[in-house]
């Protein structure tokens, strides 16, 4: 099978000139905007539904870290004037550029191949220990289902905190490939890696889509009769199709910053054939799309992470409750004032807080133990 190694600075310049090609395609004279009232007091009221129409005043919370406090002080892009397209682009830019700065932090070394006919990266510390040679972390990236935003940030530090390989699953991707092909995919890496690795010392993580398909991915190894992996990471997900979460009316993608949907507006993604003009009615609750519906019992331990500011912060408790109930041993944080997925974003206190928990909690349950970033 091919191997493909690539160095950090070459991917980093490949990804650089589709940015700029990308910045040439959606550039646009700047257009003078009035601007918005801006409310100066809180308010409140409830409709006759009960709906809240509400005015709230927010601060930047003084209990966050300084550079979470510039990062929320940012002004978010405007993605949703980009096609499908220009925003894959940029988002691989965006991958690619941050994947730098975490490397620069936990050195690791980036192989391609294909694992099960599914095309995957290899993201592993430099020196693996021989106790953990017979261990390994698969990822399953965010990106709404229908971009890679995950398969470098979300991999670099763990490869590095755990020295333990992980291998990112590249997923096909909606809308061109509607649900389940991304489950399925995983699925045959996870098979492919049965052939060397007992399951216990497999555990499956996501962020976002990610956080999604992991336990989507349970759920159908069970459907299959396939052992399930020693544990589970589900890093801001839902597992619930069939009804929105309450994070969901309040925080956008970038927390109170960027464009706030209407509770009305359908959400995008959902791993359930979002993307098509007119998708074929499906069954929300089935337990394969939403795994709040399916029998959780005796699944493995499973770490749950989100934020106060995370549009899917509803989801991920509410799963995480579910396994509860099942009587699963899980485990939830939930990280003060931030929005959607920050551990993505490097140079945060709070990221390397999250990616050391995320990592003590991959070597708890595979054996041996996580440390301080090794060169």
Not at 87 to 110: K, L
Not at 149 to 154: A, C, D, F, P, V
Not at 265 to 277: H, V
């Amino acid at each position: 099978m091919p191997d493909h190694s690539t160095s950090r600075a070459s991917r980093f310049a490949a990804f650089g000139a589709i940015a700029l090609l990308s910045a040439g395609a959606i550039a646009a004279p700047a257009q003078p905007a009035a601007r918005p009232a801006i409310p100066e007091s809180n308010s409140s009221f409830l409709d006759a539904a009960g709906t809240a129409h509400v005015t709230r005043v927010v601060p930047i919370p003084t209990t966050i870290s300084a550079e979470a406090r510039a990062f929320l002080a940012r002004k978010p892009p405007n993605l949703g004037a980009m096609t499908l397209a220009q925003r894959r682009r940029q988002t691989d830019f965006w991958q690619a550029a941050r994947a730098a700065r975490f490397e620069e932090r936990y050195p690791v070394r980036v192989s391609e191949r294909t694992m099960g006919g599914v095309p995957v990266r290899i993201v592993a510390p430099f020196g693996i220990p021989a106790e953990n040679r017979g261990r390994v972390l698969i990822n399953l990236h965010g990106g709404g289902f229908d971009s890679d935003s995950g398969s470098l940030t979300e991999t670099v530090p763990i490869a590095n905190l755990t020295r333990t390989k992980v291998v990112a699953v590249l997923y096909r991707l909606q809308p061109e490939h509607p649900f389940p092909a991304q489950i399925d995919d995983a699925i045959a890496v996870y098979r492919h890696l049965l052939e060397r690795y007992r399951p216990r010392h497999i555990c499956i993580y996501g962020t976002s889509a990610g956080a999604i398909l992991t336990p989507q991915v349970a759920v159908r190894l069970r459907q299959l009769g396939l052992p399930l992996p020693g544990c589970l990471g589900v890093f801001s997900g839902v597992g619930d199709f069939s009804q929105r979460g309450d994070s969901q009316a309040i925080f956008g993608l970038f927390g109170l910053s960027g464009p706030l949907g209407l509770p009305r507006d359908p959400p995008r993604g959902a791993g359930a054939g979002a993307g098509t003009a007119k998708p074929a009615p499906v069954n929300l609750k089935d337990p394969l799309r939403s795994p709040l519906y399916a029998d959780l019992r005796g699944f493995p331990p499973t770490l749950f992470i989100s934020s106060e500011r995370d549009m899917l912060l509803s989801g991920t408790t509410i799963l995480h409750r579910a396994f509860l109930r099942a009587g699963v041993d899980a485990r939830l944080v939930v990280f003060e004032g931030l929005p959607h997925a920050f551990w993505n974003h490097p140079g945060l206190p709070e990221t390397n807080e999250a990616d050391e928990i995320m990592a003590a909690f991959f070597d708890r349950h595979l054996g041996h133990r996580s440390g301080s970033p090794r060169s």
